[in-house]
């Protein structure tokens, strides 16, 4: 019940167009579903994050969806560019995200040029 | 800049030495803080709780007596690989939660092991 479902594992996209990186859970208690950006040899770094109050959440070319109901919640990256190439993690937390982070498997994007 | 720093950013060491990894929060106090593994092309597991003052919380499969974590001050979160062998090899992580802003969780840089 601890886990965070992500898919797909690995994804390309032409530049300038959509990046979609869905991810699902069963806890019903998780309350903030954060999405990391990673790049080699480098930690996680937040990029956008919601929390179940919101169905969706954009920040410049990110956008999370949320379906509460479905237990789902996605990434779309719109007009990708070749700099978004890195690995992407969903993730889950309980109490305002002040708690431990439950990871997603990780997708590995890479926007072609 | 950086909230959360690791040091060191990389270490090699030979089977059978001990290794430590420390954590810290640059301008915010942390009681608490999470250590998190990662292997090669997978992805961030979680370790241990780091506690201030208490003991650490270890999840399941985690050796307690080969992974030593010390919570010394309210900035400061060691993480001490006892006894490493090859297959500790790997990037260890830490974070901590910071109140106050958007972002919850302040991750490190991580600390490369390699383990000959």
């Known amino acids: 019940q601890q886990q965070v479902k992500q898919s797909p594992q690995s994804l390309i996209v032409q530049k300038g167009g959509i990046s979609i990186i869905n991810c699902a859970y069963e806890?019903?208690?998780?309350?903030?579903f954060p999405w990391y950006q990673q790049f080699p040899g480098k930690g996680p770094a937040l990029l956008i994050a919601?929390?179940?109050?919101?169905s969706e959440k954009k920040e410049g070319r990110f956008t999370i969806s949320f379906n509460k109901s479905a237990k789902q919640f996605s990434l779309h990256i719109m007009d990708s560019q070749p700099g978004d190439s890195a690995t992407y993690f969903c993730?889950?937390?309980?109490?305002?995200?002040?708690?431990?982070?439950?990871f997603g498997a990780g997708t590995r994007l890479a926007v072609h040029p | 800049g950086a909230v959360v720093s690791q040091h060191p950013s990389r270490v090699i060491c030979k089977s059978g030495t001990s290794v430590k990894i420390e954590c810290r929060s640059l301008?915010?106090?942390?009681?608490?803080m999470f250590w998190y593994r990662q292997f090669p092309k997978q992805s961030l597991m979680l370790m241990a709780t780091?506690?201030?003052?208490?003991?650490?919380?270890?999840e399941q499969g985690v050796e307690k007596d080969k992974f030593l974590i010390n919570h010394a001050s309210l900035t400061l979160s060691t993480l001490t690989v006892t006894s490493a062998h090859p297959e500790d090899s790997s990037f260890y992580i830490c974070?901590?939660?910071?109140?106050?802003?958007?972002?919850?969780?302040?991750f490190g840089p991580g600390t490369r092991l390699l383990v000959l």
């Open positions: 993730a889950a937390s309980n109490t305002g995200g002040y708690n431990k982070l439950i």
């Open positions: 974070s901590a939660p910071r109140r106050g802003g958007e972002e919850t969780q302040y």
């Open positions: 806890n019903t208690a998780f309350d903030y």
């Open positions: 780091s506690n201030e003052g208490s003991k650490a919380t270890y």
């Open positions: 919601i929390r179940p109050d919101v």
């Open positions: 301008d915010f106090q942390a009681t608490t």
